[in-house]
C-alpha cells in the first residue's frame, strides 16, 4: 500500500489568505466572524458570517470559483508543481452548492405575470435555459473541470458533494486514489461561498444558526452555544504518494494517514444523538492509519456550536476514546472562520496540518461556560504551545455524513 | 496487493425509464435505445408505490425518491426489502454502505418564485422583505431538498445502512465513479455491500437542453457474502485500473444525463453481458480523460 503524504497547502478564508496569514491568524486566536458586507443587510434576518475579505474576489456566482482558484494557485506554488509536469496527476474536489442569481431571477419575473400551478411550471420552463446558460460555468462538474485543467491534472476528476463533509471526502477519495496507484499526486481539496441571502436563509429556516447577533456568536461546546454562523473559503492540498514526493525532494507537511467514512442513519437534520456514525468513521480513520485512539494528540473537531451536534459529536469522542477522553485536547476552529459549509473539513484539514508542524493547539474562541453533556477536553482562550504526532479532524454533514481523517507528522 | 482484493459481484439491479421499469428484465433499455423520442418525465412515477416510509416521502424531491426508487428495486433483486430487512441478510449495517451519483438539484422551485415575487418592492428586490416572506413561503427543509448527498441519505434510512458514503457529482462521469469507488471499498474489505444509485429529472432543471428523467441502480457485494447468503450472482466485477465511464449508448435519450449516465450505461453493458448467457462481469479499463470510455465484459 502506498503512503499518502501532503506536499502543498493553499487556503483562503475568514481568517486570511495563504499559509503564513493563517497560520499567524490561528495562533493568534484571530476571529474571522463579523457584520456581513458583501450585500445590503438591513433588516435583514442574518447578519454575521465568516467573510473572505480579500480584495478583488466577485461578489455574485463566480465567487466560489475565484475561492478555490487562489488555494490552488497557492497550494501547487507550495508543492513546487507551479509549471512542472506531472504526468499521473488527477483531481478530487468537492463544490459547494451554487447560488442563484436573483438579481437576473427578479429581472425575469418583472416580465411574468403572477401565477400559481402548471402556468407557474411552465413559466419556470421558460426562466431555466437563461439561468442555466448565466450558471453553467459554474455548475460543479464545470467548474472541477475548469480547475483541474487549471493545474495540469489530467488523471481521474472527482467531483463530489457530501454535505459539510464534503472536504474530508474529497481527500479520502484523493487519498484512495494514490493508495491504488491510479496516481502518484492527487490535487484535492473543496471551495463554498453561501454568504449570500439565499443560503444563509435556507440554513436559518432550519433553525441551525446562532441565535444571537454578535462576532462571539460561535460558540462550539459552550453551554450557551444556539448555532453556527456561514463561513465561506476553500483549501487545496497536494496529495502524493511518498516516494514520488521524496524523489522530487518535496517539502512534507504530514501524512494522511487514516481516512473513515459512515452514515448515522438516523435522521435527515438530526444526528444521532449518542453520535454512533461520528464514532464508526473515527473508528474507521484511526484502523485506516493503523493508529490506536492514545495517539492522537489533537482533535479538531465538528464542533459547528449546535447544541444537538456538539452534544452528538462529545458523545462520538467518548465512545471511541473511553475514559481517555478527557486527556485528548479539543478546538473547533469553526469558532474562528464560522462554518465553511462545504468547504469546513478542507480548510480544517489545513489548519489541523498547520497546527501539526508549528507545534501548536489552536483555540477554540467564545468558550467560557462548561457544558457537562460536552465533557472534552476543550481549548479555549488563546492557542498554546504543544508537540503531538497525530491529529484527527472531524467533518459531519446533513442526511447523516460523517468523515474523519487522521493526519501525522512524518 | 491484488492477491488480498475481495471479489466483487452485481446482486442487485434497478432502473426506471418513461418507457418502463422492471427489476429483471431491463427490457426498457432496449426500447429506449432502439425508441429515442423519449418523453422527458416518467409520467405515472408515484414514489410511495416504491417507499413506504411516509416521513422521508414528505420531503424527498424528485430526483432523489428516483434514486431511491432504483435502489429499492435493485436491492429487492439481491433479497432485502418487502419483508426482508437488512439485518436478516448482513449481520453488521456498518460494513453496508451507498454510493450515489447525482446532478446538481435546480433551486429554481415554485415556492422560491413566489416568495421573490412578494418581497419585490418598487420592481426590486427587498431583502427584508425577502427575509419575512421565506419563512411563510419555503419549506423549512428547501436546503436538504437541494444537496446532492440526500439521495445517499435516504437510502441509507430506507435500508439501514451505515458504512461508508459517497456522493459523486462529476457529471457523466460520476455514475461509473459511483461504481468503480463502490468496487474499491468492498475489494479492500472496507465493506461487504454498496447500493450504488442515480437519476436524473428534468423539473424545472437549469441545464441547456432537457434532460431525460431516469434512475437506476445496482447493489455490489462481496462474493463470499453473496454466496453465503445464496442469492443468485449476476456479475462479477473486475476493476483493473481507475475507471470512469463505460461507453455510452449516444442514441439513449440519457446518455447526456449528467448525473445517472454512466450508471445506466454500465447496467445497460450488464444487461448485454447476461445476454451471452455465461456468469461474467465488467472489466473497467483505464481511459485518459475526456476520451471515449471503455467498458468490457469477461468471463468469470
Not at chain 1, 484535492?188 to 444563509?200: E, K, R
Not at chain 2, 426500447?31 to 405515472?44: F, G, L, S, W
Not at chain 2, 446538481?104 to 415556492?111: A, K, R, Y
Not at chain 2, 450472482?233 to 481507475?242: D, G, P, Y
Request: hydrophobic share 45%; proline share 5%; glycine share 10%.
Amino acid at each position: 500500500m502506498k503512503t499518502v503524504v501532503i506536499t502543498g497547502l493553499g487556503v483562503i478564508s475568514p481568517l486570511g489568505r495563504g499559509v503564513p496569514a493563517t497560520t499567524m491568524a490561528l495562533q493568534s486566536g484571530h476571529n474571522g466572524v463579523r457584520r456581513i458586507q458583501q450585500f445590503e443587510r438591513r433588516g435583514f434576518p442574518v447578519q454575521f458570517a465568516g467573510e473572505v475579505t480579500e480584495a478583488g474576489i466577485p461578489n455574485d456566482g463566480r465567487r466560489m470559483a475565484a475561492l478555490a482558484e487562489l488555494a490552488l494557485d497557492e497550494a501547487l506554488e507550495n508543492a513546487g508543481l507551479n509549471g512542472a509536469s506531472t504526468p499521473r496527476c488527477a483531481f478530487s474536489w468537492a463544490v459547494g452548492k451554487p447560488g442563484l442569481d436573483l438579481q437576473q431571477l427578479t429581472e425575469a419575473l418583472r416580465h411574468l405575470s403572477p401565477a400559481t400551478g402548471e402556468v407557474l411550471r411552465e413559466q419556470l420552463d421558460q426562466i431555466a435555459p437563461a439561468l442555466a446558460r448565466q450558471r453553467q460555468s459554474e455548475e460543479p462538474p464545470a467548474l472541477t473541470a475548469r480547475l483541474a485543467d487549471r493545474v495540469g491534472a489530467g488523471g481521474a476528476r472527482y467531483c463530489s458533494y457530501t454535505a459539510c463533509a464534503s472536504g474530508n471526502d474529497a481527500l479520502g477519495l484523493g487519498k484512495r486514489l494514490i493508495e491504488r496507484g491510479v496516481a502518484d499526486v492527487v490535487i484535492a481539496g473543496a471551495t463554498d461561498a453561501q454568504v449570500h441571502p439565499l443560503g444563509l436563509l435556507e440554513f436559518d429556516l432550519l433553525d441551525a444558526l446562532a441565535q444571537e447577533d454578535s462576532e462571539h456568536a460561535c460558540r462550539p461546546f459552550d453551554r450557551q452555544r444556539t448555532g453556527f454562523v456561514v463561513g465561506e473559503g476553500a483549501a487545496a492540498l497536494v496529495l502524493e504518494d511518498l516516494e514520488h514526493a521524496r524523489r522530487r525532494g518535496a517539502r512534507i507537511w504530514g501524512r494522511l494517514a487514516g481516512y473513515g467514512s459512515s452514515l448515522d442513519c438516523y435522521g435527515l437534520t438530526k444526528c444521532h444523538p449518542e453520535g454512533r456514525g461520528a464514532a464508526l468513521a473515527m473508528n474507521t480513520a484511526l484502523a485506516d492509519a493503523g493508529l490506536d485512539c492514545s495517539a492522537i494528540g489533537y482533535i479538531n473537531a465538528h464542533g459547528t456550536g449546535t447544541v444537538l451536534n456538539d452534544r452528538a459529536e462529545a458523545a462520538a469522542i467518548h465512545r471511541v476514546w473511553g475514559g481517555r477522553a478527557r486527556q485528548v485536547p479539543v478546538s473547533s476552529t469553526k469558532s474562528m472562520t464560522g462554518h465553511l459549509i462545504g468547504a469546513a473539513s478542507a480548510v480544517e484539514a489545513v489548519l489541523t496540518l498547520l497546527a501539526l508542524a508549528e507545534g501548536f493547539l489552536p483555540a477554540t474562541l467564545n468558550y467560557a461556560t462548561f457544558d457537562p453533556e460536552c465533557d472534552l477536553a476543550v481549548v479555549s482562550g488563546a492557542a498554546r504551545p504543544a508537540r503531538f504526532r497525530a491529529a484527527m479532524s472531524n467533518g459531519f454533514g446533513f442526511g447523516g455524513q460523517n468523515s474523519a481523517l487522521v493526519l501525522t507528522a512524518v | 496487493m491484488r492477491q488480498s482484493l475481495q471479489r466483487v459481484v452485481v446482486t442487485g439491479r434497478g432502473v426506471l425509464l418513461p418507457q418502463g421499469r422492471t427489476p429483471v428484465a431491463l427490457a426498457a433499455f432496449r426500447a429506449q435505445i432502439a425508441k429515442p423520442e423519449t418523453p422527458p418525465r416518467i409520467a405515472d412515477f408515484r414514489a410511495a408505490d416504491y417507499i413506504s416510509h411516509p416521513k422521508l416521502l414528505r420531503v424527498m424531491q424528485r430526483t432523489f425518491a428516483l434514486t431511491a426508487a432504483a435502489a429499492v428495486l435493485a436491492m429487492r433483486e439481491a433479497g432485502v426489502g418487502d419483508s426482508t430487512a437488512l439485518s436478516a441478510v448482513h449481520p453488521n449495517p456498518a460494513r453496508c454502505g451507498v454510493a450515489v451519483a447525482m446532478a446538481d438539484i435546480s433551486p429554481l422551485t415554485p415556492d422560491l418564485i413566489e416568495t421573490l415575487r412578494e418581497s419585490l418592492i418598487g420592481g426590486e428586490l427587498n431583502l427584508e422583505r425577502f427575509g419575512e416572506t421565506a419563512r411563510h413561503h419555503l419549506h423549512p427543509f428547501r436546503r436538504l431538498s437541494l444537496l446532492a448527498n440526500m439521495a445517499a441519505a435516504h437510502i441509507s434510512l430506507l435500508f439501514g445502512l451505515q458504512g461508508p458514503s459517497f456522493t459523486l457529482t462529476s457529471g457523466l462521469e460520476a455514475g461509473g465513479q459511483s461504481v468503480h469507488e463502490a468496487y474499491w471499498t468492498i475489494a479492500e474489505g472496507a465493506a461487504d455491500l454498496m447500493v450504488c444509485a442515480a437519476a436524473d429529472s428534468p423539473d424545472y432543471a437549469l441545464t441547456p437542453s432537457p434532460v431525460a428523467e431516469a434512475g437506476g441502480s445496482l447493489v455490489l457485494e462481496n462474493l463470499i457474502q453473496a454466496q453465503a447468503r445464496g442469492i443468485p450472482v449476476l456479475a462479477e466485477l473486475r476493476a483493473v485500473s481507475h475507471a470512469v465511464a463505460p461507453p455510452v449508448p449516444e442514441s439513449a435519450a440519457w446518455a447526456k444525463s449528467p448525473g445517472s449516465g454512466s450508471l445506466l450505461a454500465i447496467l445497460a453493458a450488464l444487461d448485454d453481458v447476461g445476454r451471452d448467457g455465461a456468469q461474467a462481469g465488467l472489466e473497467f479499463m483505464h481511459h485518459a480523460h475526456g476520451q471515449p470510455t471503455d467498458i468490457r465484459a469477461v468471463q468469470s
